[in-house]
């Protein structure tokens, strides 16, 4: 469905992203995951063609984007916030929007404002955080999209109306094979929902893998020791997730048995070992020296 072909981007003489390659299939849930400026919004913007790569391209459907621009009636990106809903409602937004979107299913996005009791006249901008994510996702699914690209969209909402949105997200794919790329802070949501995460990473993408296979490389161990032995672990440049005294949590590469020898090596008391989460993985590449 979407390719992107060495993409590099740079902003105000920064390099922002590096040869960036990946593919992404038909009713696919793909994670985007970085720190803060790795760069995550600034794909979604390109693939969009709101920003214009220095080098690379992007095929739709085999068809190069930038020189076809009509594809992008398929593709929808969901910024953070959007600036040109903020003075319109549903339904002058729908009269707005169906000429430009002649797949635009009214029905559909009117059955969504009832299920989640959105009001078709109040103005986007007058809406909670909550609900304005939301109203994004229904006008971006009932354009009947093939791709959608979601930039933090349960960021900055309550427990209940996250799980509607995620729920929106899982149903949309299941029933129509819509492809989703979505980038969040929320790491429990990636890891529910998407079956393959890329992390970006000193301006690339420097690992691209299955969620399954992610926390499969991984294991979680509890430890506690006679003695402190927090510098020789930190030498050994094993994550530490935990540290109270005595007694650790650290993440190991299951395939690098060094580590593991060299633990037991240490005589714990105690070796628990435990399955891991998206967050600790996320923490142990991205952490920074100060987390070990």
């Known amino acids: 469905m979407l390719e992107v072909r060495n993409l590099s981007k740079k902003m105000n003489g920064e390099l922002i992203l590096s040869n960036i390659s990946f593919t992404i299939h038909a009713g696919e849930i793909f994670g985007l995951l970085g720190r803060n400026g790795s760069g995550k919004t600034t794909l979604l913007r390109l693939i969009e063609q709101v920003l214009i790569p220095d080098q690379g391209e992007i095929l739709f459907n085999e068809l190069p984007i930038a020189s076809n621009p009509e594809v992008k009636r398929k593709i929808i990106y969901v910024p953070i916030q959007n600036g040109f809903y903020e003075r319109y409602s549903y339904k002058q937004l729908i009269r707005i929007l169906k000429p430009m979107y002649p797949d635009f299913d009214v029905t559909y996005a009117n059955e969504l404002m009832n299920r ?25 699914f009932a354009m009947r999209p093939d ?6 969209p ?18 949309e794919v299941a029933l129509r094979s819509t492809a989703i790329v979505i980038t969040s802070h929320r790491l429990e ?16 993408i420097s690992n691209l893998v299955d969620m399954e296979d992610v926390k499969g490389d991984y294991l979680k161990v509890q430890l506690a020791f006679e003695n402190d032995h927090h510098l020789q672990i930190r030498e050994k440049g094993i994550p530490i997730l935990d540290h109270t005294g005595v007694f650790y949590t650290v993440l190991l590469e299951k395939r690098n048995s060094g580590q593991r020898e060299w633990l037991q090596s240490l005589e714990p008391r105690v070796w628990n070992e435990l399955p891991v989460s998206l967050e600790e993985v ?10 070990w």
């Open 116 to 140: 989640y009791g959105l009001s078709e006249t109040r103005k986007y901008r007058d809406l909670s955080t909550g609900l304005k994510k939301q109203f994004a996702l229904i006008i971006a």
């Open 147 to 152: 791709l959608i690209l979601l930039d933090e």
């Open 154 to 171: 349960t960021d900055g909402i309550d427990a209940v109306t996250r799980h509607d949105v995620l729920e929106l997200m899982i149903d």
């Open 189 to 204: 949501d990636i890891e529910r929902i998407c079956s393959r995460i890329a992390f970006l990473e000193d301006n690339t």
């Open 282 to 291: 996320f923490i142990a590449r991205f952490g920074g020296k100060r987390r």
